[in-house]
C-alpha cells in the first residue's frame, strides 16, 4: 500500500519523449482519449483544434463565488462580441440561460458545482453538485467543470463529486473537467501541481485545468491527459501572454483564461493574441505587437 513516507520523489518524466497518439491515445490527436467513444471524442474536437491540437476557453463563471467582479458586471454586453474570438466558453447553466444567445456556435463546458462563497473561511467546504447530468444533457454541454481542493478540507468531497460527475457523463459521451482550486494557504508549486493534477487525471477527469508554476513541462509529462491553465488574476498584457507562450512550449494544451480576457482594456484583442500564441505559436512579443496594433 502506498504512503506519504515511503513515497520515493519521482525524477524521470522523458521530457525528450512526449506522449503522442502512437503512446496510448489510440490515433486520437489529444492524449489520453484515444479509448474513449466517438461521442466523447467528438466533443473533445470541438473543444480543442484538431491543427494545433490546443484550445483558447473562455472563462466566466466567476460570479459563482464572486459576484459581479470588475468586467463582468454586465455579462450580456462583454461576453457575446467575444464569442467568434476563443474555442470555448465556461459558465454557469444561470450564465448561460440569462446573457448567451443559443444561437452561438462554440461549445460549451458547463461549471457543474457550487462551492462557498468568498465570505466563507474556507471555500472548500460546503460546495456540492449544482447541475446534474440531465441539466447538462439539457444545455447542450461540451464538458462538465468540477472544482476539485487537493490538500484542503473539503478534498474528499471535491472528489466524490468529480468521480460522479466523470461517471454521469461517460453515460453520455460528455467529458470532464477537473479544475484544481489553490486555497490562500496552498504552495503554487511544482510538487503540488504534480500531485494535484495527476490524481485528477487518475480519478478519470479527461482534461485539467491548473496553474503554470516553474517546472511545469514536468507536470504536464506526468499529466496524462491534456491541460489547460487557469489565467488567474489580471496581469499586464504582455505578462499574460509570456505565461501563456511559456505554458505552450512547456506541454500545456491551451488556456482557459478570464480575468486576463474580461479585465483587459481591450478584450477582443486580448482574445486574438491570446489565440496566436496558443494555436500559431507566436511569441509573446510578436502577440502583444498584435494587441497593441488591434488596440490602436
Not at 447530468?133 to 473539503?154: E, K, L, S, W, Y
Amino acid at each position: 500500500m502506498a504512503d506519504n513516507q515511503g513515497n520515493q520523489l519521482a525524477k524521470n518524466y522523458h521530457l525528450d519523449n512526449p506522449q503522442t497518439s502512437s503512446q496510448g491515445s489510440g490515433g486520437f490527436f489529444l492524449k489520453g482519449a484515444g479509448h474513449c467513444d466517438w461521442g466523447l471524442q467528438s466533443r473533445l474536437a470541438r473543444m480543442f483544434r484538431p491543427a494545433s491540437g490546443n484550445t483558447v476557453m473562455l472563462a466566466f463563471d466567476h460570479g459563482y463565488i464572486m459576484g459581479p467582479t470588475s468586467g463582468l458586471e454586465r455579462l450580456d454586453l462583454v461576453i457575446p462580441p467575444l464569442i467568434p474570438f476563443v474555442d470555448v466558453l465556461m459558465a454557469t447553466r444561470g450564465a448561460l440561460r440569462s446573457s448567451i444567445p443559443p444561437t452561438q456556435p462554440k461549445p460549451v463546458c458547463l461549471r457543474v458545482n457550487y462551492d462557498s462563497s468568498v465570505l466563507y473561511d474556507d471555500m472548500s467546504l460546503g460546495g456540492g453538485l449544482a447541475c446534474d447530468i440531465r441539466n447538462a444533457v439539457r444545455m447542450h454541454a461540451d464538458c462538465m467543470a468540477v472544482q476539485t481542493f487537493i490538500g484542503a478540507p473539503g478534498e474528499k468531497n471535491s472528489l466524490e463529486l468529480l468521480s460522479r460527475t466523470v461517471d454521469a457523463g461517460l453515460d453520455y459521451g460528455i467529458p470532464t473537467l477537473g479544475v484544481v482550486a489553490v486555497g490562500k494557504q496552498m504552495a503554487r508549486d511544482e510538487k503540488f501541481f504534480l500531485l494535484a493534477t495527476r490524481l485528477l487525471a487518475e480519478t478519470g477527469c479527461h482534461l485539467v485545468k491548473s496553474y503554470y508554476c516553474e517546472g511545469f513541462e514536468r507536470v504536464a509529462a506526468a499529466c496524462p491527459v491534456p491541460i489547460v491553465i487557469a489565467g488567474g488574476k489580471k496581469l499586464p498584457e504582455l505578462d499574460a501572454l509570456l505565461m501563456c507562450e511559456r505554458a505552450i512550449n512547456e506541454g500545456a494544451r491551451g488556456v482557459d483564461m478570464g480575468r486576463n480576457i474580461f479585465q483587459s482594456e481591450n478584450p477582443a484583442a486580448m482574445c486574438r493574441a491570446v489565440a496566436k500564441v496558443v494555436h500559431e505559436k507566436h511569441t509573446a512579443k510578436q502577440a502583444h505587437e498584435l494587441f497593441l496594433n488591434l488596440c490602436n
